[in-house]
């Protein structure tokens, strides 16, 4: 009893005789947190939602539970929000972030270990008319004068074939003369992990499209 939630303790026995004291071995012991936090999925698309979920270690009904984040490039948690626990202690929060951001939860008794929760951009590529491809690609930031690449899959692997400046909004429009004539199998990609510059925004990981079936003639 009497124990802080998320705690490493270090205790040891002592012995007390009319010779004096005897001290055991430095031993540890840490305390579970008072306040559990998982996400339903670590990483997500812009614009999605992501549920948060726990159990507070009193497993008690109508508990008040404080949600704080920390989005990338701030210095400090801040409250975004509360929730209850039911009858079994368990509670969830729904959020949406809109860059990578950091997350943890507090009861009375004490907060939770933290969760970061990474974001993607949405990165779309579709065909218009006039044999020209149409590139958007949309975040809680700007996208426009960053680089990213039209990639094609050859036997099994995906390669660039142009990298290409994004316009105002995020956007681009590609030539169909891009690529070779006959049928090609393709994609957008852009940020960490991407072959080429790496040129996603800060707290975002990298945009891939869907890739798309074409046919130049």
Known sequence: SNLHGSTTYNYRLVGTSSAGKSFGHNATAATASDVSLQAAQVTVTYGATDVLSGTAALHAAGQTVGILAEPTGATTYSGIG??????????????????????KVGVAEGNSPPIAISVRPVTTLSVMSGNKFAVHISAGVP????????????????????????????????????????HSTLRVAIGPAVVGPDQAATGYLAGISSAMNYVRS
């Open 82 to 103: 509360t929730t209850t626990t039911d009858s079994t202690g368990s509670w969830s929060f729904t959020v949406k972030p809109s860059l990578r951001t950091s997350y």
């Open 143 to 182: 996208f426009a004068h960053h680089v990213a690449q039209i990639q094609r899959l050859v036997n099994g692997s995906w390669v660039l074939t142009r990298h290409f400046a994004l316009g105002a909004g995020g956007k681009a429009t590609l030539p169909d003369t891009i690529l070779p004539k006959g």
